[in-house]
């Protein structure tokens, strides 16, 4: 832990911002007043936005109504609570890690349903102004509801991994008994470990980024239990997807159940159920999961990387590793295709694509194998960073962007002893917080004074502190 006490200019930015948020921005308007905090806030008064419409060239980052509008949505808070506790730790005041713990209070308190699954994700948020938990399909308005007559069967947990520790630290027996049921209702055949990634235990879409959280989430909890029950089912939830790999690439699609291109298609959210399978290893001892997590990432930067232009490629073929070219915009059957090559910029969800999270499990092979693919990659990755964070990045850049590049450079400088990659960043440190800050708190995207929680602040939060102190923070479960 971080000596007490600890200042710098960042520092105190970070903490300018939360005092802002705890002071002005939780859910005081609505008829359920409570310390939650609002999902959207105004960086001028910190505040819930008195217009909530968005200037013509600025549109949410995520699906429908992801964002919470009007509400709060502690799923996609989390790396904020996370970088929250770390601001307390680091610096003695412990305000930042005493509201978000209330947060999460308020949260269990208001959105459990009664099969203990959380009512939170891309499905569920709670409304401030109605003073209830509301739930909604894609591109359908929201429909509130009570929450004892919601069977939370759209739960949903992704793309962020769970702070578990946060929530256990709580209320140990409702998060078990909320682990549990993820087992339970996402799970359609405990015998392979097929999965989907609602929780209404049929087969549906087993997306890569849902089925890495539940492995992880349920490595986690074992920790906590020792139950060989929780690590075995997250092993065959891995294994569940690794054996939809084609034989000739070893490549795995991004859902082997869809009706799509997703079925026949790998992109790089291979980054982020790698990095939830070595977590999975980590919490477990089972070196099948890192095993999987190799043999997989190594297949997409032996197919996927194109000299000629110096890219990562967004969309290969599963059964020869061939690319997916665009020649035209109009030629993507879906917008949340990835594009040719993949983005260190694309923020949109759920696009599946991923880069800087490949990008950081790339590093956390090298560090654990030593095998020189992985070391290659670790340079390509920082080589792209360096040129499109200055030339071709787009007008409006997102915090969690910022982040996840900041933390993967420091992860690497750190791994392969190299300064050079702390140098840069820096260097994006200075560009993220010259954009962002807006004096009293952080804007979550450039070009506009706004802050949203599915921007991924927290992201951007816990690499400066990371920066600041060169120490890793404590991710209390979550994870990069």
Not at 39 to 67: C, F, K, M, Q, W
């Given at each position: 832990m971080i000596a007490p006490a600890m200042h710098?200019?960042?520092?105190?930015?970070?903490?300018?911002?939360?005092?802002?948020?705890?002071?002005?921005?939780?859910?005081?308007?609505?008829?359920?007043?409570?310390?939650?905090?609002?999902?959207?806030?105004?960086?001028?008064?910190?505040?819930?936005?008195?217009?909530?419409?968005?200037?013509?060239?600025?549109?949410?980052?995520?699906d429908s109504y992801t964002h919470a509008p009007g509400g709060a949505t502690l799923y996609w808070d989390q790396p904020h609570l996370v970088a929250a506790h770390n601001l307390s730790d680091m610096t003695g005041d412990q305000r930042y890690a005493?509201?978000?713990?209330?947060?999460?209070?308020?949260?269990?308190?208001?959105?459990?349903?009664?099969?203990?699954?959380?009512?939170?994700?891309?499905?569920?948020?709670?409304d401030v102004y109605q003073g209830e938990t509301v739930w909604f399909r894609s591109h359908t308005p929201p429909r509130p509801t009570g929450v004892h007559a919601i069977t939370a069967y759209l739960h949903e947990i992704r793309p962020v991994p769970p702070a578990w520790e946060l929530f256990w630290w709580i209320d140990p027996k409702l998060t078990k008994r909320s682990l549990d049921a993820i087992g339970r209702y996402h799970v359609f055949d405990p015998a392979t470990g097929g999965f989907n990634r609602h929780a209404d235990q049929q087969p549906g879409l087993d997306y890569l980024e849902a089925g890495g959280i539940l492995v992880e989430s349920l490595a986690w909890l074992y920790t906590r239990t020792r139950e060989r029950s929780a690590a075995d089912l997250a092993l065959r939830i891995a294994r569940f997807t690794f054996e939809h790999r084609a034989p000739l690439t070893g490549l795995i699609p991004v859902s082997s159940m869809a009706k799509s291109w997703e079925r026949y298609t790998s992109t790089t959210e291979i980054g982020l159920w790698a990095n939830s399978l070595l977590r999975a290893?980590?919490?477990?001892?089972?070196?099948?999961?890192?095993?999987?997590?190799?043999?997989?990432?190594?297949?997409?930067?032996?197919?996927?990387?194109?000299?000629?232009?110096?890219?990562?490629?967004?969309?290969?073929?599963?059964?020869?590793?061939?690319?997916?070219?665009?020649?035209?915009?109009?030629?993507?059957?879906?917008?949340?295709?990835?594009?040719?090559?993949?983005?260190?910029?694309?923020?949109?969800?759920?696009?599946?694509?991923?880069?800087?999270?490949?990008?950081?499990?790339?590093?956390?092979?090298?560090?654990?194998?030593?095998?020189?693919?992985?070391?290659?990659?670790?340079?390509?990755?920082?080589?792209?960073?360096?040129?499109?964070?200055?030339?071709?990045?787009?007008?409006?850049?997102?915090?969690?962007?910022?982040?996840?590049?900041?933390?993967?450079?420091?992860?690497?400088?750190?791994?392969?002893?190299?300064?050079?990659?702390?140098?840069?960043?820096?260097?994006?440190?200075?560009?993220a917080v010259s954009g962002l800050f807006a004096g009293r708190m952080f804007r979550s995207h450039t070009g506009e004074d706004r802050y949203d929680a599915v921007d991924g602040l927290g992201y951007l939060l816990l690499a400066l502190l990371y920066l600041e102190t060169r120490q890793p923070p404590n991710y209390m479960g979550f994870g990069f």
């Amino acid at each position: 832990m971080i000596a007490p006490a600890m200042h710098s200019e960042i520092i105190d930015q970070i903490k300018q911002h939360f005092d802002t948020v705890i002071t002005y921005g939780t859910a005081q308007d609505g008829p359920d007043p409570n310390p939650m905090w609002m999902a959207s806030l105004d960086v001028r008064t910190g505040r819930y936005p008195e217009n909530d419409l968005r200037p013509a060239h600025i549109s949410p980052r995520v699906d429908s109504y992801t964002h919470a509008p009007g509400g709060a949505t502690l799923y996609w808070d989390q790396p904020h609570l996370v970088a929250a506790h770390n601001l307390s730790d680091m610096t003695g005041d412990q305000r930042y890690a005493e509201a978000a713990n209330a947060y999460i209070r308020a949260f269990l308190q208001r959105s459990v349903a009664n099969c203990d699954l959380f009512l939170w994700g891309n499905h569920y948020y709670y409304d401030v102004y109605q003073g209830e938990t509301v739930w909604f399909r894609s591109h359908t308005p929201p429909r509130p509801t009570g929450v004892h007559a919601i069977t939370a069967y759209l739960h949903e947990i992704r793309p962020v991994p769970p702070a578990w520790e946060l929530f256990w630290w709580i209320d140990p027996k409702l998060t078990k008994r909320s682990l549990d049921a993820i087992g339970r209702y996402h799970v359609f055949d405990p015998a392979t470990g097929g999965f989907n990634r609602h929780a209404d235990q049929q087969p549906g879409l087993d997306y890569l980024e849902a089925g890495g959280i539940l492995v992880e989430s349920l490595a986690w909890l074992y920790t906590r239990t020792r139950e060989r029950s929780a690590a075995d089912l997250a092993l065959r939830i891995a294994r569940f997807t690794f054996e939809h790999r084609a034989p000739l690439t070893g490549l795995i699609p991004v859902s082997s159940m869809a009706k799509s291109w997703e079925r026949y298609t790998s992109t790089t959210e291979i980054g982020l159920w790698a990095n939830s399978l070595l977590r999975a290893a980590q919490y477990t001892n089972l070196s099948q999961f890192h095993t999987m997590a190799r043999d997989v990432v190594a297949a997409y930067l032996t197919y996927g990387w194109d000299a000629a232009d110096g890219r990562y490629y967004g969309r290969l073929n599963i059964a020869d590793g061939t690319p997916q070219r665009d020649e035209d915009p109009a030629d993507k059957i879906s917008a949340y295709q990835p594009d040719t090559y993949t983005d260190i910029w694309n923020a949109l969800y759920p696009s599946h694509d991923y880069p800087l999270a490949l990008a950081e499990a790339c590093v956390t092979l090298y560090e654990q194998t030593g095998q020189p693919e992985f070391r290659t990659a670790i340079y390509r990755w920082a080589a792209l960073i360096a040129e499109l964070t200055y030339e071709g990045a787009p007008v409006v850049r997102y915090a969690e962007q910022f982040g996840r590049a900041i933390h993967f450079l420091l992860r690497a400088a750190d791994v392969l002893e190299k300064n050079r990659f702390r140098v840069q960043a820096v260097d994006i440190a200075d560009v993220a917080v010259s954009g962002l800050f807006a004096g009293r708190m952080f804007r979550s995207h450039t070009g506009e004074d706004r802050y949203d929680a599915v921007d991924g602040l927290g992201y951007l939060l816990l690499a400066l502190l990371y920066l600041e102190t060169r120490q890793p923070p404590n991710y209390m479960g979550f994870g990069f």
